[in-house]
């Protein structure tokens, strides 16, 4: 059997097996087990490549993708187990409502391993609404007036950035027709590819446009955004982990899979210059927005648009440096940021708040989840010896590299870089340190999965395995 297929069929039947669990904490476990296999059968994947079809492809891009989002779920559902239960037990969540969590929650993992999977365009069209239908029964969990207020914003505002995308991938496939001719080769990667020097640029450069725009939504990307900190801040922690951690990429992974395509045709526009303009944008808008933020999750939530804003400013950039730094600092981010919300899901539980003006003196009151907090947000602020620091050190020195205008955008990012470390210090200094204030009980927290996603990216900033890096530099060559 196609193990793809396998990677795929656990989830999908997890999804329909915990709706008929009616015990949250049997559901936890059974969401854990599942999510375990998932990823102990993507690993397989590495060993034996199963054979591409009209519908599902592994190749050198996507097979290290569709392992880290397998570990991430898996992780996050240890998280989300003891997270839950609490939420659980303090009445803020009932057990009814928690079938349609479990279930959602590997609704959500099939989904997303099938966008990264799908070789067909559309396909991966449906796979990627398919999240953002399952993601917005999740944030309005807790039925309260703003999680429902947020939960609509996500729908709409991604609805629109979706609907953008589907305009954009009909574009590509009439493209793509008079070449291919009708039916299932003209929406196929790995048949488009080979054949994309003979397709209309204009035609594809106005499909690129709209894909940007419609994923990009997905990506949190300013000015697109809008639903990202309100998602985020409402919906239960362990839906942030996965949204900032593996949703976002595979958005972006989208929108890379088109920029492929666009490299392959010569006639085409090269698409950097309007990924550097957004990424850029995203980067500079979200660190000046670091600076305001009162609720802990909003703040993590605006980290996740500077970083994707990075991330994209990458790929514009281009080249085998700048593209091998976006994929390091994809892994990177999605391990730290998953990591940061696992601290930060356990301490709101702890202190009963999410104002940070409230979260003070954790390394007093709550020493393993306050350590673990410093240790993230030093990660992901850029310090080294942590993975980030490398990979945007890369994205900086890459830049300064170029000539005339190019390297003169090193400035800016810089500075965009310093404006977010700085407001990230400036919080954690109260948050970890301040003299301890309100009230604070214990958490039954699951420390494992944060501590082992902290390990795995200061083990990254001191030593990269060799097929990682082979990994890497072979994709950031197919990237253009």
């Known amino acids: 059997m196609n193990a793809v297929w396998v990677v795929l069929g656990i989830p999908a039947a997890a999804a329909a097996l915990l709706a008929l669990v009616p015990n949250h904490a049997a559901a936890g476990r059974l969401n854990a087990l599942a999510s375990g296999l998932t990823f102990a059968t993507s690993l397989t994947l590495f060993a034996n490549r199963p054979e591409t079809t009209h519908l599902l492809i592994i190749d050198d891009f996507n097979i290290y993708l569709v392992a880290l989002t397998a570990f991430v779920s898996f992780t996050t559902s240890l998280f989300s187990a003891s997270y839950i239960h609490h939420e659980v037990e303090i009445g803020r969540l009932k057990a009814?409502?928690?079938?349609?969590?479990?279930?959602?929650?590997?609704?959500?993992?099939?989904?997303?391993?099938?966008?990264?999977?799908?070789?067909?365009?559309?396909?991966?069209?449906v796979a990627v609404e398919g999240a953002t239908l399952t993601t917005v029964l999740m944030v309005s969990l807790y039925r309260t007036h703003e999680a429902i207020e947020a939960a609509w914003k996500y729908f709409i505002l991604c609805g629109v950035g979706i609907a953008l995308a589907l305009f954009g991938t009909i574009l590509v496939y009439l493209t793509a027709q008079p070449s291919m001719g009708e039916g299932m080769a003209a929406m196929t990667w790995s048949e488009l590819l080979p054949r994309a020097h003979e397709f209309r640029p204009?035609?594809?450069?106005?499909?690129?446009?709209?894909?940007?725009?419609?994923?990009?939504?997905?990506?949190?990307?300013?000015?697109?955004?809008?639903?990202?900190?309100?998602?985020?801040?409402?919906?239960?922690?362990?839906?942030?982990?996965?949204?900032?951690?593996?949703?976002?990429?595979?958005?972006?992974?989208?929108?890379?899979?088109?920029?492929?395509?666009?490299?392959a045709n010569a006639e085409a526009i090269a698409p950097g210059r309007l990924m550097i303009a957004m990424g850029l944008s995203s980067l500079i808008f979200a660190s000046l927005m670091l600076y305001r933020r009162r609720d802990i999750k909003r703040l993590f939530a605006y980290s996740s648009i500077e970083h994707m804003g990075i991330i994209t400013f990458a790929f514009g950039m281009g080249g085998p440096l700048a593209n091998f730094a976006g994929l390091l600092h994809m892994t990177m981010h999605s391990l730290t940021k998953s990591a940061i919300f696992f601290a930060v899901g356990h301490i709101a539980q702890a202190k009963g708040t999410q104002k940070i003006a409230d979260l003070r003196g954790l390394t007093v009151t709550h020493p393993a989840l306050g350590w673990g907090l410093i240790l993230g947000v030093l990660a992901i602020a850029g310090l080294p010896p942590f993975g980030i620091f490398m990979s945007e050190f890369l994205v900086v020195t890459s830049t300064f590299a170029r000539t005339s205008f190019h390297g003169l955008l090193a400035i800016p990012l810089a500075i965009g870089l310093l404006l977010a470390f700085g407001a990230l210090i400036l919080r954690l200094q109260g948050i970890a340190f301040g003299e301890p204030d309100g009230p604070g009980q214990p958490v039954s927290a699951s420390l494992l999965p944060m501590y082992?996603?902290?390990?795995?990216?200061?083990?990254?900033?001191?030593?990269?395995?060799?097929?990682?890096?082979?990994?890497?530099?072979?994709?950031?060559?197919?990237?253009g």
């Open 202 to 263: 204009q035609l594809l450069n106005l499909a690129f446009v709209f894909l940007l725009i419609g994923y990009g939504t997905k990506v949190g990307l300013a000015p697109l955004h809008a639903w990202l900190p309100d998602a985020h801040a409402e919906g239960p922690t362990p839906i942030s982990a996965v949204l900032s951690g593996l949703l976002l990429n595979v958005a972006l992974y989208a929108v890379l899979r088109f920029k492929i395509l666009m490299a």
């Open 96 to 125: 009814a409502n928690l079938r349609l969590y479990h279930s959602m929650y590997q609704a959500f993992s099939f989904t997303m391993l099938l966008a990264l999977t799908a070789n067909n365009l559309g396909l991966m069209w």
């Open 452 to 479: 082992l996603h902290l390990a795995l990216v200061l083990a990254a900033g001191l030593y990269l395995p060799a097929p990682l890096v082979e990994w890497f530099q072979t994709v950031a060559r197919q990237l």
